[in-house]
């Protein structure tokens, strides 16, 4: 018998979304369980429909390792839950309200999101991505508050065909022979001239039940940013965000394109990068962070207590969680002065070279916005940080410290450590986040960037070569 400790609400809750989703697409024939990882695009198998019910009560595996594969989809060794340990298999479980069509598929196809539970105990995996994001949610729900959160998410389209060195080029329009090469910022004729692609987006999110809104072109050429609806929950809107970026890329191919969320694409051109918009309600619905009509801050209401201790924990936590927000060698190029890209811990009111900005302090839309993550980063990651560093600013009782007005200063704050391998370390210094977000995922993920790093830095590159090979 199977040792789960999966609630046989769940279970039913889904055999029953199953069932009604059957009935309304009984032509599908096989299902994708899609797992999140530590980086990388989601990993899982195909499964017959008819092994959904299997599904729901428990009895679909896989090796418990999935999650901590490594970015080109190999174990790592260092994190040691693989073969280190006879690389045991989970229990996967179905995530309810996932289940959908799989619009680009050639033969009718659901999706859903999977978790990883152990056999022996039926307990959360101590490492499930989605895992970690659950157990931050939970600690707010003891505090019977509720985090609200919507996301934005910068991509490129690009060429299917990179240049012979391997990198990317921009998109040709249809009916057009030149490359997209300069800035494009809310241009609507970009945006116009890829309709058909970004529509399909539009219509697979849809079939998706991922709540995308607003489309603009940003400054790189072919790149645009899509946001994602608000919602009342943090581990929904991680489930959007990393099945969004799924849909980007099926569309984009089907359209002769490719799509690309690393987060410094081009050298002479903007990264991408990752948004979280956030709000906290209480137990009435009442957010937390209206702070009234009673005082100014230019036009801007002022921050109250609680928004004002909400940023001054994730200032205080933000150089412990960078690792999070910026998990790849890559992730480091994106932070450059006047970029949009934050290089400073500080904060300020409608401010975008900061790290955190306030759009609103009053009403029900009063929240921060979280701007130092790119694209690259994992969603569920980057918002347990988030409501880690909330936590720590609601327990400490932090102050934020003066919100900044000119670019002037920003630039004098102590920056951002521009060096994976010390944000790789300090994240593994960071017992506090161990003891909240748990001991396992802290120190396999801790590893597992620490093994990504090794492997990057030993690699020779071509621009190496050309630089040195005949000229020392």
Request: charged content about 20%.
């Amino acid at each position: 018998m199977l040792a789960t400790n999966r609630e046989p609400n769940l279970a039913d809750q889904f055999k029953a979304e199953a069932e009604a989703f059957l009935a309304a697409n009984p032509d599908i024939v096989k299902v994708e369980i899609l797992l999140p990882r530590f980086c990388g695009p989601l990993m899982g198998k195909w499964l017959p429909v008819e092994a959904l019910t299997k599904l729901a009560e428990g009895g679909v595996r896989m090796p418990r390792s999935t999650a901590a594969l490594d970015i080109w989809g190999d174990d790592v060794p260092a994190v040691g839950i693989a073969l280190e340990k006879g690389d045991p298999d989970g229990i996967c479980l179905p995530v309810p309200g996932t289940l959908s069509r799989v619009p680009w598929a050639c033969e009718p196809t659901a999706q859903v999101l999977v978790t990883m539970t152990e056999i022996e105990t039926g307990n959360p995996c101590g490492y499930d991505t989605r895992g970690v994001l659950e157990k931050m949610t939970e600690r707010f729900a003891d505090l019977k508050l509720t985090p609200v959160v919507a996301t934005e998410l910068e991509f490129y389209l690009i060429d299917r065909n990179t240049t012979q060195t391997g990198h990317p080029q921009g998109p040709i329009i249809s009916g057009q022979t030149d490359r997209l090469t300069d800035s494009q910022v809310y241009n609507m004729d970009v945006i116009a001239s890829f309709e058909p692609v970004l529509a399909d987006i539009y219509s697979a999110c849809k079939a998706q039940n991922i709540p995308a809104e607003t489309t603009i072109s940003e400054f790189g050429p072919g790149q645009f940013e899509m946001n994602l609806l608000h919602v009342p929950s943090a581990l929904q809107a991680a489930d959007h965000c990393i099945l969004f970026k799924r849909v980007v890329r099926h569309v984009a191919r089907k359209h002769g394109f490719d799509a690309t969320f690393m987060a410094k694409p081009y050298a002479h051109s903007t990264g991408n990068g990752f948004h979280v918009h956030m709000s906290l309600l209480d137990e009435e619905g009442h957010n937390i962070f209206d702070a009234g009509k009673t005082s100014k801050q230019g036009a801007v209401e002022q921050a109250n207590a609680p928004l004002q201790q909400a940023i001054g924990g994730m200032l205080e936590t933000m150089r412990d969680m960078q690792i999070l927000f910026a998990p790849h060698a890559n992730s480091y190029r994106r932070f450059q002065p006047e970029s949009y890209a934050p290089t400073t811990p500080c904060w300020g009111y409608d401010h975008r070279a900061v790290a955190i900005r306030v759009p609103a302090s009053s009403g029900p839309a009063a929240r921060f916005e979280h701007r130092v993550a790119g694209a690259d980063a994992n969603p569920y990651f980057v918002i347990s940080a988030l409501l880690a560093g909330v936590m720590h600013g609601f327990i400490a009782k932090t102050n934020p410290g003066q919100a900044i007005e000119t670019l002037e200063q920003v630039e004098v704050k102590t920056p951002l450590s521009p060096i994976w391998q010390e944000a790789i370390k300090q994240f593994g210094g960071a017992k506090w986040f161990a003891d909240m977000a748990g001991q396992d995922f802290h120190h396999c993920y801790t590893k597992s960037r620490e093994a990504e790093e090794a492997i990057v830095s030993a690699t020779i590159t071509d621009f190496e070569c050309r630089s040195y090979l005949r000229t020392v």
